[in-house]
């Protein structure tokens, strides 16, 4: 069972597009996409700078129209009926949705913008950030995050666990870190998946409601608890309310491994989730799309012709 994987924010980085853009579909497919947002991802995702694709408004919608450019080319040929699921990490469960048939490409898009726009509206009002630890105890870690009023944030297996809260706290953290752990700052502007975001929640849950949802026709797997959804509509309420709570990698890691997963390929911006899965599904075989140069890989491991 081959699963496609969709990465979240601070997955992406100054030019990954430009290989993308030099096949005209891509470019014209990137441009549909940006007149339907108002946003020139075209620009933001060759020529634009880490801080400028750091916003959130900018880096939600640009993730996700990466995510809908390499599903158009894995998808192609038939080869969607050979896949076993989707999954996605934070901003990219609205791609999932997309890959799933439970949004329109244009409905998923116009919910990332909106999504995109009140986490940065809600990031805004206090400064806040997160950063990965990697390694050490975890119970551990969840008592020092209360003694310094941070939150986790994201579970996301093989030892590593993203925190947020004020930039303050998430400083002391890192000079002075528990045994055995590393913290890494991440290239985000807010404490997402926290009560940081709640001023956000409310928005998107009115803006959703206007949208048309479909049950999913690939089975797909949610943040909240990794447990596999059935109703469109209810997938979409989960993954609005998961702007202000914790994302659960963990948990979707082993509810693949429990339906049996043979192979993740990841969407561009890809590399995160693989790297995960390496330490979190040991022995699958994982692909990272970042360049139309890395889609062989993935179509041989689609078709069943590689192990690797």
Do not use: C
């Amino acid at each position: 069972m081959i699963v496609i994987v969709a990465p979240g924010q601070g997955s992406q980085t100054p030019g990954f597009l430009e290989p993308w853009l030099t096949e005209p579909r891509f470019r014209d497919q990137l441009g549909a996409i940006s007149d339907s947002v108002g946003i020139d991802l075209v620009a933001h995702g060759t020529t634009s700078d880490a801080d400028t694709i750091r916003d959130t408004a900018v880096a939600q919608p640009l993730i996700v129209a990466a995510g809908l450019l390499t599903l158009s080319a894995l998808f192609a040929d038939g080869r969607r009926e050979k896949v076993g699921g989707v999954a996605g990490h934070s901003v990219g469960e609205l791609t999932a949705a997309a890959a799933a048939g439970i949004l329109s490409d244009t409905d998923a898009v116009a919910l990332v913008r909106e999504r995109g726009r009140a986490m940065a509206d809600a990031a805004a009002l206090e400064p806040t950030g997160m950063s990965a630890v990697i390694g050490g105890d975890e119970a551990a870690l969840l008592e020092r995050l209360t003694e310094l009023g941070l939150f986790p944030a994201n579970f996301n297996g093989g030892g590593q666990i993203v925190v947020a809260g004020a930039l303050d706290a998430l400083a002391q953290l890192a000079e002075s870190p528990l045994a055995g752990t590393r913290v890494i700052p991440l290239q985000v502007a807010g404490a997402f998946h926290t009560h940081y975001m709640e001023p956000a929640v409310a928005h998107l849950e009115y803006f959703a409601a206007g949208l048309e949802k479909h049950d999913p026709t690939l089975p797909i797997w949610t943040n909240r608890d990794g447990s596999r959804v059935e109703s469109g509509s209810h997938y979409v309420d989960l993954l609005v309310g998961q702007v202000s709570s914790p994302v659960r990698w963990d948990k979707t890691m082993d509810a693949l491994a429990a339906a049996g997963v043979t192979g993740i390929i990841e969407l561009a911006p890809a590399g995160a989730l693989v790297g995960l899965a390496k330490r979190g599904l040991k022995g699958v075989p994982a692909v990272a799309v970042k360049t139309p140069d890395d889609l062989p890989a993935a179509f041989d491991l689609i078709d069943g012709t590689t192990t690797a």
